[in-house]
């Protein structure tokens, strides 16, 4: 019998993250998705799926959707609201000590799948050998099992599929229970319980690793390695032999490796110590954003290119398993090698490598070698010599070059190198400590507050007098509830009489406990100043405190100060402050601070946070309604002038309309003579003459972020923008405000707004405004192809468009208008909207044709129509002429959208050789039988890879062309396209598919569906089906594929592969493999040990 509970749990789990709800139809699908079973409501004893839903109010609602289908939704419950609530007690300088009550009802804002995948280059901790006994489930070294050895240096050195013995001086140990169930109680992962802890600990690393950032650990003792008595000459000259043959660097923590399979023998610690002083063997560097463990060694020939240590996002690119042999690379280089000068008199000047560095360093995530000409020329206003990118080994001193596409030696990524004074983004540590100090005078410091690892953090934002010091607070393990337990163990601890120490001489800056207004509650404070009482005896003195856990101040009197006890140093003090993006400009302007008073003021939101510094510099998102608010960007919407707008009554008329947009649902953008639009075409001819004259990289922009307000090319000339969604670091979504155009371009192609126009560009509101044609549908489906570029060719052809206002939509800003191409705009009947309600382009075929060959079905997905005639080249594409579809679809023309005759498939994915281990991601885990890794280290090119998808395949038009099933194309889902395979195909136009790349089953409509071209083809297929070795196959239980899901999904993991299942497909393709954690220094965690220890005890417990 299946337990209602926890399907609940997972309804809940699969509805809450969705802000619109999900259909019925699409229910089974994710529900299945996260858990690997249907809903099963027959075994609960309904008839159908819908009967059990409607039998639980308190989980799901049900509504129709605008396509009259049935839409779930989550429903909101009190649990999440109340845990909320107690973690986010905000005090007032008017109510000290009292609770206020805040807005608190959040949604996880998810992380997006480009962003998390760019981020893993660095090579994980190997396991020990000595971590388990055995194979086949014989549990030898277990959970938690702590060696002598170390880890990080010793990787199991599998002969054949079997195991070294373990050496006689290892410990033994018993079976040791995992801490989440030692109370033969099941503990849920954080990914089902988010409803309720979506601002308590959200995806930690590992499930028991210390919350609490905040929290001084005591740093692990080094681990001696044994080894052969230690010859310092010998592995100088073995280490010379190791880096001739690896040229092109790699990490320190793989040398052990390659020692012990090269030499037989250990590499004795002292060796590692000693590399940075061998420097006539070899160069040492370290990355900056990297690990403090992972270095990067070099021969000591290219030394005098080490003061430049390159990022870490660029590790060297040898071969992970170097028992494989390497290919041969003729016209590539390492992302992080340093290839020899060509034999050339060619040379840069100093003048020039200072202009190519400045450039680099603008985009810190990479910039594409073939975009340096252009990007060039436009900074600059001169050309850039061409024999630079026929030799970028020139470059070598001042970047790193890394080639994503290997098939296309022309595409390469260029990293700036970083100096070793330069911000290595280590959350200005030093600078906060050194403020901590002074801060506290007395003998006791207090250490200084970690920002949350998480991307997007909870806060608490209290107060701000200006937008570059806002004060906030974060909430959740480790900082609101370290903060409730430190003030109810100060409650309790100054409840004793013999505690009660009055502060008899306060000074400024001197730490305090305070009791609050209600003497239960005792609060850390910092003394500011001190003042004599004018009312009271002059004998009595009044002080000014900040509370530091608060963020606010208040006048006291001397008798509520205590001496605050040594214990009650330990947790940082929790108000800390940000800066808001975008708004350094306008910090103190009266209409930004209204506007972020009203809307984040005593509200919990959720923090981007983009510079990790003392003060960080971060985008306040409130995601506790349907659509998610940007703070920032409403903010910087507040200092628009009302009266620049454009006034819409209904019934009037407008001449000389032009329309800049029509979208494939029917909606169309207009401009309409206005003082507004006058002003923004000055200011815009100003922005051209400024563009022209300056000669400086300053206005390119370094770093985006959504809601961010510049500059990019439309039609030939810089128009303003507005970024709407960012696909990793290089490729993003803009919307031309003015014209209501949507686009997708590199970060390179966008500029910053010129300071001395900044404020009149902003004060500007958008001249676009989004009309509908009255008496015609707007929905997505309801237009055809041929309706709607028959109206682009109409109104973008006709220069002196009119129309008349029927109808305004405050709520949707929407106007109901009739269009005309001329001047005759009395007569309704002569508007566009008639004619084409009377054509027969709008008693259209279907959209979507089904027909079958034998057994298998396929379907015609008619033209594409983009959304704008926006080009790469900034210019506009001429709309093509109206053309009626052919009956016949035999016939296709060959265009850059069209498929490929013969698409040759991605080369296999290199596996290692069985009993040799690979850093990999778990991107899908249903249970231990079923779930699906990527590759760690190369999941760079994987985003490389997609942004050229997205690139491409938003900008290109669409012929239709044949969808069968097993079919391998492009797909678009939730803004980003991927390489999938067709499953099936629906008769209602909905396509199942199988991501390539990512191991997921999806349901697309097919109008989402584009050709895959053989550019994308060169990436093998990133996704691996894997099934856990060591274990029994069973049928696994619902708590123990939660349990397996805890412990792998979304983490990176260290695989060791035990067999290979070949397969005709890639596909197809299946690996059974242990899975080890090694992320905790002090212990290797595999996996298939605690779900044997688990399914034992459940057999136990029933």
């Not at 206005?699 to 990019?712: H, I, M, Q, T």
């Amino acid at each position: 019998m299946a337990d209602v509970e926890l399907v609940k749990k997972m309804l809940r789990a699969v509805l809450q993250p969705s802000k619109s709800g999900v259909s019925l139809s699409r229910l089974q699908v994710e529900y299945k998705d996260l858990t690997g079973e249907l809903i099963p409501y027959k075994q609960l004893g309904y008839a159908t799926l819908d009967a059990l839903l409607h039998s639980m109010p308190s989980v799901v609602r049900l509504d129709k959707g605008q396509a009259g289908e049935v839409v779930c939704h989550a429903t909101a419950g009190n649990e999440m609201a109340h845990i909320t609530k107690l973690a986010a007690r905000q005090r007032t300088a008017k109510k000290t000590g009292q609770p206020q009550v805040v807005n608190c009802q959040m949604r996880v804002k998810p992380a997006a799948p480009l962003v998390l995948n760019a981020k893993p280059r660095t090579s994980l901790r190997q396991p020990d050998h000595r971590g388990r006994l055995g194979r086949g489930g014989c549990r030898g070294g277990f959970h938690g099992d702590t060696r002598t050895g170390s880890m990080r240096d010793s990787q199991p050195d599998w002969r054949g599929g079997k195991p070294h013995s373990t050496p006689p001086n290892t410990p033994t140990r018993k079976p040791s229970i995992p801490s989440e169930r030692s109370d033969k109680r099941m503990t849920l992962p954080s990914r089902f319980q988010k409803e309720v802890h979506a601002h308590l600990s959200r995806n930690p690393q590992h499930s028991n690793a210390p919350y609490n950032l905040n929290e001084n650990t005591t740093p692990a003792k080094p681990r001696l390695l044994h080894s052969a008595p230690y010859s310092p000459k010998l592995v100088q000259s073995r280490l010379k032999d190791i880096l001739n043959k690896h040229s092109n660097g790699l990490w320190v923590s793989k040398l052990p490796q390659l020692y012990r399979e090269h030499y037989k023998q250990e590499l004795d610690s002292e060796a590692l110590k000693d590399l940075e002083h061998w420097t006539h063997i070899c160069t040492v560097e370290k990355p900056c954003s990297s690990k403090p463990q992972e270095l990067l060694l070099y021969p000591a020939k290219e030394i005098h290119q080490s003061t430049t240590p390159p990022r870490a996002a660029t590790p060297p690119t040898h071969d992970k398993y170097q028992s494989h042999p390497k290919k041969p690379q003729i016209q590539r280089s390492s992302a992080t090698s340093r290839p020899s000068t060509p034999a050339s008199s060619k040379a840069l000047s100093p003048d020039l490598k200072q202009k190519l560095r400045e450039l680099l360093l603008k985009y810190s995530s990479g910039l594409w070698a073939h975009a340096l000409p252009k990007l060039y020329q436009d900074t600059y206003k001169c050309k850039l010599p061409e024999f630079v990118l026929d030799y970028l080994t020139l470059l070598s001193d001042i970047c790193t070059i890394d080639y994503p596409m290997p098939d296309n030696p022309k595409r390469a990524i260029l990293y700036a190198k970083m100096m070793e004074d330069e911000n290595c983004n280590q959350s200005g540590l030093d600078m906060q400590t050194t403020e901590t100090t002074e801060q506290c005078s007395s003998n006791h410091t207090v250490p200084p507050l970690v920002i949350p690892r998480e991307e997007y953090p909870s806060v608490l934002v209290v107060e701000a007098n200006d937008t570059n010091s806002v004060i906030l607070r974060y909430i959740g393990e480790g900082y609101s509830k370290a903060q409730e337990k430190l003030e109810d163990e100060m409650r309790v601890f100054y409840r004793q009489d013999n505690t009660k120490l009055a502060l008899t001489s306060p000074s400024p800056g001197q730490l305090t406990a305070v009791h609050a207004e209600e003497e239960e509650e005792i609060l850390r404070a910092k003394v500011c100043e001190v003042m004599p009482d004018k009312v009271k005896n002059l004998d009595m003195m009044l002080k000014q405190v900040y509370y530091v856990d608060h963020g606010f101040s208040e006048v006291i009197s001397k008798s509520k100060l205590l001496e605050l006890h040594e214990k009650f140093f330990k947790l940082p003090f929790q108000a800390t402050k940000c800066k808001l993006a975008g708004l350094e400009s306008f910090s103190h302007e009266q209409a930004v601070l209204k506007m972020f008073e009203s809307m984040a003021s005593g509200k919990i939101l959720l923090a981007e946070i983009l510079e990790r510094e003392e003060v960080p510099l971060v985008v306040l998102y409130d995601t506790s309604q349907d659509d998610d608010i940007n703070i920032n960007a409403a903010c910087m919407k507040a200092l628009q002038d009302k009266s620049l707008e454009s006034t819409l009554k209904v019934n009037s008329a407008y001449m000389n309309v032009s329309v800049t947009s029509v979208c494939s649902d029917g909606t169309i953008y207009c401009q309409v003579p206005s003082r507004g639009l006058s002003k923004l075409n000055e200011i815009l001819e100003k922005t051209e003459n400024y563009f022209h004259s300056q000669v400086t990289s300053e206005s390119l922009v370094s770093r985006p972020f959504c809601g961010k307000s510049c500059l990019a090319r439309y039609k030939g000339k810089w128009s303003r923008v507005e970024i709407t969604n960012l696909h990793g670091s290089r490729v993003l979504d803009i919307l031309f405000v003015d014209v209501g155009v949507q686009a997708s371009v590199e970060v390179i192609e966008l500029r910053e707004i010129p300071p001395p126009l900044l404020r009149d560009l902003i004060s500007t509101p958008p001249q676009a405004l989004k009309c509908c044609l009255a008496d015609l549908p707007v929905s997505v489906g309801s237009w055809t192809p041929d309706a709607v570029q028959w109206l682009r060719d109409t109104v973008f052809h006709c220069s002196d468009c009119s129309l008349k206002i029927a109808k305004v939509d405050e709520t949707k800003r929407l106007a109901h208008v009739y269009l005309f191409t001329s001047k005759n705009f009395h007569d309704t009947s002569c508007s566009l909207n008639q004619q084409l309600a009377n054509s027969d382009l709008w008693n259209h075929q279907k959209d979507v044709f089904l027909g079958s060959r034998g057994s298998s079905k396929s379907l015609m997905i008619p033209a594409a129509i983009p959304t704008s005639g926006l080009n790469t080249d900034g210019g506009y594409r001429a709309p093509h002429t109206p053309k009626r579809k052919s009956s016949s679809t035999g016939s296709q023309s060959t265009c850059p959208g069209s498929p490929p005759e013969h698409l040759v498939l991605p080369p296999l994915l290199e596996l290692p050789e069985v009993g040799q281990n690979m850093d990999v991601f778990v991107s899908v885990a249903c249970h231990p039988g079923h779930f699906v890794l990527q590759p760690w280290q190369d999941m760079y090119k994987l985003v490389v890879l997609m942004g050229e998808m997205i690139l491409y395949y938003n900008k290109i038009e669409e012929k239709t062309f044949k969808v069968e099933k097993n079919q391998v194309c492009a797909a678009k889902v939730e803004n980003n396209w991927y390489r999938v395979l067709v499953k099936g195909i629906l008769s209602n136009g909905m396509v199942s598919v199988f991501q390539l790349d990512y191991g997921k089953h999806e349901l697309v409509s097919c109008t989402q569906l584009r050709p895959l071209i053989q550019e994308f083809c060169q990436l093998p297929f990133q996704a691996i089906t894997a099934q856990l070795a060591g274990l029994k196959p069973r049928q696994w239980s619902e708590e123990a594929s939660i349990v397996f899901r805890n412990h792998v999904e979304k983490k990176p993991l260290v695989a060791q592969l035990e067999s290979v299942q070949e397969a005709s497909q890639p596909w197809g393709r299946k690996v059974f493999i242990y899975l080890v954690d090694t992320s905790q220094e002090e212990r290797d965690i595999w996996l298939h040990d605690i779900m044997a220890e688990f399914t034992d005890e459940l057999t136990n417990a029933a």
